[in-house]
């Protein structure tokens, strides 16, 4: 059981990523496995080159667009199998399109990693499911209680009011290519806003992808084969490593936005010389990921990279087990 | 204070100078005195409410946060004013007050220290949750906008159409809110008689030298002294001293205060009497800056510290004399009136910065590379027909400071940095090797590297971290820094026995192991 510790526990940690030693699967690897179980597929945790990837459908064609990976088990949202003694399945995390909680089940023991999750509504993917377990090992990027972030209504109502300040300008909105900017097309359809969404060209296979996989992103068109004049009054979408880049220069005088969990602080946002931070995150904010563990109430909460110092911290103080769990890694900027 | 929030919030975002000085217009222009005039103190750092400190928010936030995670947040987010506006909870909380921003800053200045945490949380709770930042950063001081006194004041010039120069002559006599000021620039009052009082000129400041020579037909030089820049500032019925950003320092130096018997104006650079350094052709010697800093930043000086570190001002400039404004003319003539201002004051308490005689540039160059004299920055380059302007006019002064030491040490710990570099891991630790093999700290360095470099030095910390202390990184000592410095000098302070002064990142040597990065031997023999 898990009051062994964690040197002698079925289900290890290192800087690499999460051993669940049984089945002689790693989770979420940063380095090559003969086999791998991988929550979604944002880079820092979906690489490639592992001999056998277990994830959902969508994660495997997601992964499939960026390294060109075939070899993988599709695993449905429920749907279980069994490796070495460990009863393995995935439920919806709610972070991007086929993200995953993975479920582990051993010796009588219920583990449950969450990879990354968020519990808000998101129009592009299923909802987070609350799965019992006596071991939680939840992600902490936004562990800390100044990271709350608003309904994501009112700041798309802030992009929407800021384009329609600035006819002449285009909003150059910077969101992750996966996920965030799928999420953000879709509040704007939700908001009525009909109009093209202009895109970068990084962004325009992923957005594709989500809408073979059934998300509708409306009408969305390439900068690259738009006029200057034609952007004007528009809204763009790019990765934030392109807002300031030479490639925005092509814009007409844009607003430089970003939607990002970071934007909260004020001079973090400052630092990336945005003028219109939209504070949209697609990972729990603190009262989520202290509500989950409130609501799931394990026998003992691992936290991995983020804020570990923090969450741990709230659990001890009101008698709930927790430790931080050593994985390294992973790349949270942009989120 | 909804209007003052806004107006916070959009400058923190504003990039472009022109943007911020139309922010700051249409500010100007709607809000009622005596509102504006209190936003425009606040700009330009101009209130001082001293009741309420960094520790005041963070004991207000213990009281309603657990303590270590206040102490977590504050680590991660770099400014304490901004995790205490988005840590804050306030229990049943309505869409809160808009209270005029006057009001405020007449809570804040009546506060004392014991009751700050009290009557600030009230407040907290009372406002918008949008205008908390705001408050927290008007309370604490130091807006971190981007916005400089030199914006705020153009921008008050271009709202009213008034000239900035003489907004700026006027603006250290006038007292926030500025309801003079601002009946003056809107044409419906005068402004009133100043003579009688001591206050603050702008200083005439230098760019660094750029050119390759000047001619020393047009140009004179002397010697740039390595104290503080000051202005004395002497009228019929009081004396006071300022430093560069025209904050009075009157008390920390009673000796020259008493000294002073002049009307006028007088720019100087203020240093402490020392050993067998520096100038000795005037009568006296200039300690380090060391001693100097012994000094400063001192409410009240005891008998001891005025024996041990005696100050005087070695006078560069005259600005004003007996009534007269001397600005407009060219050097010469000041430094004519200078000099004998200069040897009408106790010789004990002032002197005049002397001029080097070189026959040529290349000759100065030379003079200036054999100057080893701790006291000694550089050297100064003005225009003889240079007038005394506020501020930076290019063409009119140059310094020319020496090249700086430098030094190959490790990196050892890293440590995030503040506020815009929060994200960042911008603060090192490094050190050099001793004779036996052990790497010691010889100082800490924040500056000097471009944001690519920082970039890649966040990079390495992440990756190369060995252990956590709280904020503090220890990092594999593997990484070679060039460090560049003013002087060094030694210290009790530190284990290896050395202070660096004005330490900071030239180059990030890729190439150099660790191994190879300089001794502690080698940074003593530079001791000054």
Redesign the interface.
């Known amino acids: 059981m898990a009051a062994d510790g964690p040197s002698s526990h079925w289900i290890a940690a290192d800087r690499t990523g999460i051993h669940v030693r049984p089945a002689d699967l790693w989770i979420d690897p940063s380095v090559p496995r003969a086999g791998a179980l991988v929550t979604h597929g944002h880079a820092d945790h979906a690489r490639g080159g592992h001999g056998e990837t277990i994830a959902t459908r969508e994660t495997l064609a997601i992964m499939g667009l960026r390294y060109g990976t075939s070899a993988g088990m599709p695993l449905a949202y429920g749907e279980s199998i069994e490796r070495g003694g460990v009863r393995i399945s995935l439920h919806p995390a709610g972070h991007v399109l086929g993200s995953a909680q993975i479920l582990l089940e051993h010796g009588g023991e219920r583990v449950v990693v969450t990879g990354d999750y968020k519990r808000r509504p998101d129009p592009t993917c299923a909802p987070f499911e609350l799965v019992p377990c006596d071991i939680f090992v939840t992600e902490a990027t936004f562990g800390?209680?100044?990271?709350?972030h608003p309904p994501i209504e009112q700041e798309i109502a802030k992009l929407l009011n800021a384009r329609a300040a600035n006819p002449d300008r285009c909003v150059l909105v910077g969101a992750y290519a996966l996920g965030k900017a799928q999420r953000v097309i879709a509040e704007l359809r939700r908001a009525s806003h009909a109009d093209p969404i202009y895109l970068h060209g990084a962004l325009e296979k992923m957005c594709r992808l989500y809408e073979e996989l059934g998300v509708d992103l409306g009408d969305l068109r390439l900068v690259g084969e738009t006029e200057k004049e034609d952007l004007r009054g528009r809204i763009i979408l790019c990765p934030p490593s392109a807002l300031t880049d030479r490639w925005s220069r092509r814009l007409p005088d844009p607003i430089t936005a970003m939607a990002s969990g970071?934007m909260?602080?004020?001079?973090?946002?400052?630092?990336r010389?945005?003028?219109?931070?939209l504070i949209i995150s697609d990972h729990a904010d603190w009262d989520e990921l202290t509500q989950t563990i409130a609501a799931l109430r394990p026998a003992e909460t691992w936290v991995t990279h983020g804020?570990e110092?923090?969450l741990v911290?709230?659990c001890t103080?009101r008698q709930m087990r927790a430790r931080a769990l050593a994985v390294a890694g992973y790349e949270d900027?942009d989120d | 204070m909804r209007a003052f929030a806004r107006l916070i919030d959009a400058l923190v975002y504003t990039r472009s100078r022109n943007a911020k000085i139309a922010l700051i217009v249409d500010y100007l222009r709607v809000t009622p005195d005596p509102d504006r005039g209190w936003a425009l103190a606040a700009l330009t750092d101009a209130i001082d409410l001293s009741a309420v400190k960094s520790a005041t928010l963070r004991t207000m936030a213990e009281q309603r946060i657990d303590p270590e995670l206040v102490a977590m947040s504050r680590a991660y987010v770099g400014d304490t004013a901004e995790t205490v506006a988005l840590i804050w909870e306030t229990p049943d909380a309505g869409p809160g007050e808009d209270i005029p921003l006057s009001e405020v800053i007449a809570i804040l200045s009546a506060l004392g220290r014991v009751e700050a945490p009290m009557v600030l949380a009230g407040m907290l709770d009372r406002i918008e949750p949008e205008s908390r930042y705001a408050l927290l950063k008007l309370a604490t001081g130091g807006m971190r906008v981007g916005v400089s006194a030199r914006l705020a004041k153009v921008a008050f010039a271009t709202a009213f159409g008034v000239s900035v120069d003489e907004v700026d002559e006027y603006w250290h006599a006038l007292a926030p809110p500025y309801a003079v000021l601002f009946g003056w620039a809107e044409g419906t009052g005068d402004m009133p008689d100043l003579s009688e009082t001591a206050w603050f000129r702008p200083f005439m400041l230098a760019h660094p030298l750029e050119e390759a020579s000047v001619s020393l037909d047009d140009f004179v030089a002397e010697w740039k002294w390595d104290g503080i820049r000051i202005e004395l500032v002497g009228a019929a019925s009081e004396r006071r001293l300022f430093s560069r950003g025209g904050d009075e320092i009157s008390r920390a130096f009673p000796e020259i205060v008493e000294a002073f018997d002049f009307i006028g104006v007088l720019d100087g650079e203020l240093m402490i009497r020392g050993e067998a350094q520096g100038n000795t052709l005037v009568g006296g010697e200039a300690g380090s800056f060391n001693a100097l800093q012994q000094r400063l930043g001192r409410k009240t000086v005891t008998k001891k510290m005025m024996a041990d570190y005696p100050p005087f001002v070695r006078l560069y400039d005259v600005l004003e004399a007996g009534g007269r404004d001397l600005r407009a003319l060219p050097w010469t003539e000041r430094r004519a009136a200078l000099e004998s201002i200069a040897a009408s004051l106790p010789a004990d308490r002032f002197d005049i910065s002397s001029l080097i005689a070189a026959p040529d540039f290349a000759a100065l160059s030379a003079i200036r590379d054999s100057a080893r004299d701790a006291a000694i920055e550089g050297v100064m380059l003005k225009r003889r027909d240079s007038p005394y302007v506020a501020g930076r006019k290019t063409g009119l002064w140059y310094k020319w400071k020496r090249d700086p030491l430098t030094a190959d040490c490790v990196m050892m710990y890293a440590q995030r940095g503040n506020g815009r570099r929060a994200s960042y891991y911008s603060d090192y630790t490094f050190g050099c090797w001793t004779a036996e093999g052990e790497l010691l700290p010889v100082g800490k360095a924040y500056s000097g590297f471009s944001d690519e470099e920082l970039k890649w030095l966040d990079r390495f910390v992440r990756t190369h971290t060995l252990n956590r202390f709280g904020p503090v990184c220890e990092v594999e000592k593997s990484l070679v820094l060039e460090v560049a410095f003013d002087s060094i000098h030694a210290s009790k302070r530190h284990k290896s026995g050395l202070a660096m002064r004005f330490p900071r990142i030239k180059r990030i040597r890729h190439d150099k192991p660790a191994g190879e990065a300089d001794q502690i031997a080698a940074l003593q023999a530079l001791v000054t």
């Open positions: 800390l209680p100044v990271f709350r970071w909260r602080m004020r001079q973090r946002a400052r630092a010389q945005v003028e219109l931070p804020a110092e923090a911290h709230w103080s900027e």
